[in-house]
Every structure is written in C-alpha cells, then in structure tokens.
C-alpha cells in the first residue's frame, strides 16, 4: 500500500542512518581522510570546485566524501554551501598572461616565446592499468626547472600583434553581470554566459562541443593555447585606495581559435572561444571554449543552424545541479496529478467504448 | 583548513542570508502589485534538490518570522517524506512552531494541493512550482513565451483547448489548469488538480508562487479573480468522485485511489489528511473507517 510512503519522520531517520552506515562501508578499513582526498584525488576535487563554483579543497574534499564519490552530488553539496555565504565583492579581474605556469601548450605553434610546457599531463601515457598503484610503492620526486617560475605571454596577444585575430573583445567598462546575484535572462551577453558555462556540467558541454566538430556548427577550430597555473587574485580596498592580493587560485584557461570567413558584421579573421575553469580541468575547459564560439554565433552574423550554436538551450540545460534536481524528481509522490489522470482516462475510455458499442464514428473522422 | 564542525545553528535565521531574503521580498512585493506576472528573481541554490521545493522552501523562508506557525503539505499531506523534510527544515533553521491543522497555520507551503479548508485573512499559501510558464509546452523558448505575455497574445493557449475538445471531447488538461489572474495573466496554478482551481478565485489569503529552478516568483493577491480558461459551450468542470471518502465520509473532497490488494480491490480516502483527521474527531465515519488500517 502506498500509503506505507506516510508517516515519513521515522523512515527518512532511518534511511539517513543507512546511508552513514554505507558511506563508512567495512569499519575495519581506515577512513578516508580529506587530505588523502585533496591530494590523491586532486582531479575531482578539481571539477567539484569548477562546477561547485566555489574554491576551496577542504569543502570540495568533504563533499566528495560525503557523496559517496558521487560528483554531481558533491557539486550540489558546495553549491548550496556557497549560497550561505555573504558576498563581501568583486576581486580585480585576474591576469592569466602572468600565471604561474605549470602547464602550456599550443596547437598552432611549434616553439613560441616562454615554451611548450606539457606538465602533470596524462596525454602521452599509455592506458596500461598499473598493477604497481595497487600498494604504496615509492614514487620519485618530480623533476623541477631550476630558477623563477615560468610567466608566458599569451598565444592570443602574439596574433593581436598582427591584427589577425579579433582583439580581447571590447573591455568592459561597466561591471560584469553575476549569474548568482541576478536573474539569468536571454539573450545574454557573453560575461554571464561564460559564467554560466564554467559552472556547467562537464559531459553535457564536451558532448556539444564534440557535435560542433562533427558538423553541427563547425567552426574549424585549433588549440592556440591552453594555460594552467596559479594566478593571483587581488582585491580593491576602498580604504587604502589599492588592490591587495589576498591569494592564488589553480587555474585552466584554454584559447580556441577559430577561422572565420567574414561576414556583413566583421571582416576575414581569426575568432576565438575562450574557456577558464578552476584547477586542473582541460577537457572542460576546452569543451567551454568550443560551446563559447558556438554561441558567438548572433554576434559575428552566422547562421544558427546547430544546437550549440542555440543559447537558450544550451545554457538552460548546462546545469547539472538543476538538470539532475528536476529529473529526480519524478520520484517524488504525484498521485494527485496521476490520479487526476486517472479520472479522465477512465472516462475517455467509457465514451470511447459506449461510441464503438453504438456504431458511431471514432474521434478522427468526426474532426 | 576552513572545514569547521559547523551545525545549522550557524546559518541566519532561516537559512538564507538576509540580503537574498530582501532580494526575494521585493520579488514578491512585484510579484503582488502585478497579479499572475512571473517575476524573475536570482534564486539561490538551496540545501534540498531543484524539484523539491526550492522555489517555495525559498519564498517560505523571506517571508517568515519567529512568530510565524508553518504547516507544510505535499498531496494534501502532511507526512509524506518532502513535507515531513520540509517543515524539519524550518523547524530547524527558523525554530518556528509548525502545525499540520489548515486553521492554526499563518504560513502553508504545498505541492499539488490546496487545502479543503477555506483559508481566511492573514493566512499566506506558498506553492511549490515546477513550470512557471503555462505557455512552456506550447513554446519552449523563455523569450518567446515572455513576449507573447506581454502582448496578451494567449490564442495559442485557447487553440490547445478548442484541439484537446476536437479530439478527445474533453479539455485534456487534469491538473496544472490555465487560469486568467485579474482578466490579464494566464498562469499556471502550479500541477495542482483542476479540482482545485475554484479555490483560488476570491480567496481571502494570499497566494504565493515559487520556481526554484526556473527561478520565478508570481503571486495571487487577496480578493483577486481567478478564472480557469473555458469555452461558453463547453465550460471549465471540476473532476468528481462518484463515492466519498471511506474514512470520514465527505462529498465534494479531492480523494486519493488506494489500492488494497491484488484482485482489484480499492478504496478512496481524502487527500487532504488534515481535513480527514478534523472531520473524523467530530464523529464523521465513512464506510471503511472502523477497520482502522488508516485511522
């Protein structure tokens, strides 16, 4: 009987306390600490933070534990922590060209000023599972260049040189939007659109990004530059009259760049996508920056002809605490609705049978 | 290391921070000045999923004061998991007093239903929205749907009736009922049966909507006319149930089918299990009620 879903206070006690008992799993084996997980399993920490949007490795860890290593549950866990936090202001915007690199490659050129700097990369390992990580053999200590950390100009600001990329669009002059202060309305401008992008769930913009290269508006597209590092994030103190850095945070940036035919709008050029995300997270970042060229469609005079080219939609869906929210849903109790479903079936039904019992003519013919 | 062994003591009171709460206020106090309009608002990420009540658990939360007596209500419940959920919710982060009698409430947050008591001045019924928009189905776009508000421009709506008449001789709409708020706005009164859309006419207290995820605020003042789209041949009807309620034997009630067993067996009982309760303590029975499984 379905009436056993009643007197719920006792069962969703009872619940929370197996779902502890499941999350600790066999007591014989060592918890987890946070600090194994921020450092061992650095990467989901990384896109928790990105999609949590908010930065920080200890919350980000505990989520993840308290998930059950369920990411988009860790996600929702931060995101609605963050929203209990007083916004104290907006930092300066944070200069990636003077990051602190430990990765940068470029797609475009072979050897540019500052170098290819491949870094902790899983790019040119072979996926041979190693049975070696299995235990806790001893691992050597990474080799490290010697002398200041690497800072290198960005690959976009060596074709502004030549005026044959489009420039670092018009700096704004007023402040940019707030996704999270104000309500989302369409069509956005690109500031909160990027926001939104960089909160958005990993699979859902690689798959879109992944359709514009398969045809679904092909932008020819080539990595000019992908960037991850620290930066420095600084903000203005009113009362001293100068910014103030109050610390660094990982970066991922990715520059796409774009071929772009010209139009009644803007001459032959190269256009760009661009994609920052928090920590290590390259695939979205990239990902980010294809959708971000997609949906620049309106603006540069192109067809909207593809679904990641179509804002409303992409941005609508993007977000996997919602998408996830309002699917799962569909498990909470709607026997009103169904029952009110139920009624008018049943009585459709009657008619349908009363009119074929009667000879009469079915619905279809008598429209 | 910022992970401190932080209870919900140390949030504000009532979860959300007291800026965000002034944002949803003056949500809503737009949100009342023009009746059945969808005021967008930058809703917030709460600490129970999209689709669980967001939208509502967010309006609740502006508006409530300690002296404030919260019911909270899920298929006319009050114990189905989410509004058990709900109003531990409130008790915890508000320390308000809850109830679950429709009178005592000052503040009644629901999901799909309107209570059977008529509500009265002072009292304020917050709805929990999946859908704002009555026109989403008809048109998916948010900028087309806003424009078509604007204009007034609901021939589209009336077209989906006049089809469902053509086809199926009925409006095929049971529950989450067009209606046109003060002769401007359709809205959608939020998947509550259609049962209950009459209750909304009129009525003494106000009525709130909130949509968490699609973050959007509209409203129902007090005294406002609230009428369920029709056409004059073929007038709106409410839903109705050829038996009444096995437990406490009322008429003109919206019931839940339970099913009993495995050869077809079934019995209708309110939904409203406040209203059932009240009318069973007053010496109401109905036909099943001495077995005593539900009482």
Same mark, same amino acid.
């Given at each position: 009987?379905?009436?056993?879903?009643?007197?719920?206070?006792?069962?969703?006690?009872?619940?929370?306390?197996?779902?502890?008992?499941?999350?600790?799993?066999?007591?014989?084996?060592?918890?987890?600490?946070?600090?194994?997980?921020?450092?061992?399993?650095?990467?989901?920490?990384? %896109?928790?933070? @990105?999609?949590?949007?908010?930065?920080?490795?200890? &919350?980000? =860890? !505990? $989520?993840?534990?308290?998930? #059950? *290593?369920?990411?988009?549950?860790?996600?929702?866990?931060?995101?609605?922590?963050?929203?209990?936090?007083?916004?104290?202001?907006?930092?300066?915007?944070?200069?990636?060209?003077?990051?602190?690199?430990?990765?940068?490659?470029?797609?475009?050129?072979?050897?540019?000023?500052?170098?290819?700097?491949?870094?902790?990369?899983?790019?040119?390992?072979?996926?041979?599972?190693?049975?070696?990580?299995?235990?806790?053999?001893?691992?050597?200590?990474?080799?490290?260049?010697?002398?200041?950390?690497?800072?290198?100009?960005?690959?976009?600001?060596?074709?502004?040189?030549?005026?044959?990329?489009?420039?670092?669009?018009?700096?704004?002059?007023?402040?940019?939007?707030?996704?999270?202060?104000?309500?989302?309305?369409?069509?956005?401008?690109?500031?909160? %659109?990027?926001? @939104?992008?960089?909160?958005?769930?990993?699979?859902? &913009?690689? =798959? !879109? $990004?992944?359709?514009?290269? #398969? *045809?679904?508006?092909?932008?020819?597209?080539?990595?000019?530059?992908?960037?991850?590092?620290?930066?420095?994030?600084?903000?203005?103190?009113?009362?001293?009259?100068?910014?103030?850095?109050?610390?660094?945070?990982?970066?991922?940036?990715?520059?796409?760049?774009?071929?772009?035919?010209?139009?009644?709008?803007?001459?032959?050029?190269?256009?760009?996508?661009?994609?920052?995300?928090?920590?290590?997270?390259?695939?979205?970042?990239?990902?980010?920056?294809?959708?971000?060229?997609?949906?620049?469609?309106?603006?540069?005079?192109?067809?909207?002809?593809?679904?990641?080219?179509?804002?409303?939609?992409?941005?609508?869906?993007?977000?996997?605490?919602?998408?996830?929210?309002?699917?799962?849903?569909?498990?909470?109790?709607?026997?009103?609705?169904?029952?009110?479903?139920?009624?008018?079936?049943?009585?459709?039904?009657?008619?349908?049978?009363?009119?074929?019992?009667?000879?009469?003519?079915?619905?279809?013919?008598?429209? | 290391?910022?992970?401190?062994?932080?209870?919900?003591?140390?949030?504000?009171?009532?979860?959300?921070?007291?800026?965000?709460?002034?944002?949803?206020?003056?949500?809503?106090?737009?949100?009342?000045?023009?009746?059945?309009?969808?005021?967008?608002?930058?809703?917030?990420?709460?600490?129970?999923?999209?689709?669980?009540?967001?939208?509502?658990?967010?309006?609740?939360?502006?508006?409530?004061?300690?002296?404030?007596?919260?019911?909270?209500?899920?298929?006319?419940?009050?114990?189905?998991?989410?509004?058990?959920?709900?109003?531990?919710?409130?008790?915890?982060?508000?320390?308000?007093?809850?109830?679950?009698?429709?009178?005592?409430?000052?503040?009644?947050?629901?999901?799909?239903?309107?209570?059977?008591?008529?509500?009265?001045?002072?009292?304020?019924?917050?709805?929990?929205?999946?859908?704002?928009?009555?026109?989403?189905?008809?048109?998916?776009?948010?900028?087309?749907?806003?424009?078509?508000?604007?204009?007034?421009?609901?021939?589209?709506?009336?077209?989906?009736?006049?089809?469902?008449?053509?086809?199926?001789?009925?409006?095929?709409?049971?529950?989450?009922?067009?209606?046109?708020?003060?002769?401007?706005?359709?809205?959608?009164?939020?998947?509550?049966?259609?049962?209950?859309?009459?209750?909304?006419?009129?009525?003494?207290?106000?009525?709130?909507?909130?949509?968490?995820?699609?973050?959007?605020?509209?409203?129902?003042?007090?005294?406002?006319?609230?009428?369920?789209?029709?056409?004059?041949?073929?007038?709106?009807?409410?839903?109705?149930?050829?038996?009444?309620?096995?437990?406490?034997?009322?008429?003109?009630?919206?019931?839940?089918?339970?099913?009993?067993?495995?050869?077809?067996?079934?019995?209708?009982?309110?939904?409203?299990?406040?209203?059932?309760?009240?009318?069973?303590?007053?010496?109401?029975?109905?036909?099943?009620?001495?077995?005593?499984?539900?009482?």
């Amino acid at each position: 009987m379905y009436v056993a879903v009643k007197g719920g206070e006792k069962a969703i006690r009872n619940a929370h306390r197996l779902l502890a008992d499941r999350r600790r799993g066999d007591r014989s084996v060592p918890a987890l600490t946070l600090t194994q997980i921020t450092c061992q399993l650095a990467l989901a920490i990384d %896109r928790v933070m @990105s999609e949590g949007a908010l930065y920080d490795r200890d &919350l980000a =860890a !505990l $989520a993840v534990k308290q998930a #059950r *290593g369920d990411m988009i549950e860790a996600i929702f866990l931060v995101r609605a922590y963050r929203t209990t936090l007083p916004r104290f202001g907006y930092s300066e915007p944070v200069d990636t060209g003077a990051m602190h690199i430990e990765r940068r490659i470029s797609a475009t050129y072979k050897d540019l000023p500052g170098g290819q700097m491949l870094g902790p990369t899983f790019d040119y390992t072979h996926r041979l599972l190693d049975p070696e990580l299995a235990g806790d053999a001893a691992v050597p200590d990474a080799e490290r260049r010697d002398g200041e950390p690497a800072r290198a100009m960005r690959v976009s600001d060596i074709l502004a040189q030549d005026g044959l990329i489009e420039g670092d669009c018009d700096a704004q002059t007023e402040m940019p939007g707030d996704i999270t202060r104000e309500p989302m309305e369409f069509p956005m401008e690109r500031d909160t %659109r990027l926001q @939104s992008l960089s909160r958005g769930d990993e699979g859902f &913009l690689l =798959a !879109l $990004a992944y359709s514009t290269q #398969r *045809g679904y508006a092909r932008s020819h597209p080539f990595a000019g530059e992908i960037r991850i590092g620290e930066v420095e994030v600084a903000v203005d103190m009113p009362e001293l009259g100068f910014a103030v850095t109050i610390g660094r945070v990982q970066l991922t940036e990715c520059q796409m760049i774009n071929q772009f035919k010209g139009s009644s709008k803007a001459p032959p050029q190269f256009t760009r996508g661009y994609g920052l995300v928090f920590g290590q997270s390259e695939r979205k970042a990239m990902a980010m920056a294809l959708c971000d060229r997609a949906m620049r469609a309106r603006e540069l005079g192109e067809d909207i002809v593809a679904p990641a080219q179509d804002e409303e939609f992409v941005i609508s869906h993007c977000d996997n605490v919602q998408a996830s929210g309002f699917v799962e849903h569909l498990k909470l109790p709607h026997y009103v609705d169904f029952q009110a479903e139920l009624e008018l079936v049943r009585t459709m039904r009657a008619e349908h049978e009363s009119r074929r019992d009667a000879g009469e003519p079915m619905p279809e013919a008598a429209e | 290391m910022t992970v401190q062994p932080t209870g919900l003591a140390d949030y504000n009171f009532a979860y959300l921070d007291e800026p965000t709460k002034r944002m949803i206020r003056r949500a809503i106090l737009k949100a009342i000045a023009i009746p059945g309009y969808q005021v967008p608002f930058a809703s917030r990420e709460m600490p129970m999923p999209y689709g669980w009540g967001t939208g509502g658990v967010q309006v609740t939360a502006s508006i409530i004061g300690p002296d404030d007596t919260l019911k909270v209500i899920d298929q006319g419940a009050d114990d189905t998991t989410n509004a058990v959920s709900i109003r531990a919710f409130f008790a915890k982060v508000a320390e308000v007093s809850t109830t679950t009698s429709t009178a005592e409430a000052t503040i009644i947050q629901t999901r799909h239903r309107i209570p059977e008591e008529t509500l009265g001045e002072g009292q304020v019924l917050v709805y929990q929205v999946p859908i704002p928009e009555p026109l989403r189905f008809l048109e998916p776009r948010e900028t087309e749907t806003r424009k078509m508000h604007a204009l007034e421009d609901y021939g589209l709506m009336h077209v989906k009736l006049y089809e469902d008449i053509a086809r199926n001789g009925h409006i095929a709409t049971t529950y989450a009922y067009p209606v046109k708020v003060e002769g401007r706005y359709v809205m959608d009164p939020s998947p509550t049966p259609k049962f209950d859309n009459p209750k909304m006419d009129q009525s003494e207290a106000l009525q709130l909507f909130g949509a968490g995820r699609e973050k959007r605020i509209y409203a129902v003042p007090p005294y406002t006319s609230v009428v369920s789209l029709d056409f004059e041949d073929y007038p709106f009807e409410v839903n109705r149930f050829d038996e009444p309620c096995a437990l406490c034997g009322a008429e003109g009630v919206y019931l839940d089918e339970v099913v009993l067993d495995d050869r077809g067996g079934r019995m209708f009982v309110c939904s409203d299990t406040d209203h059932c309760e009240k009318r069973r303590a007053a010496g109401h029975r109905g036909a099943m009620a001495s077995e005593g499984t539900l009482a």
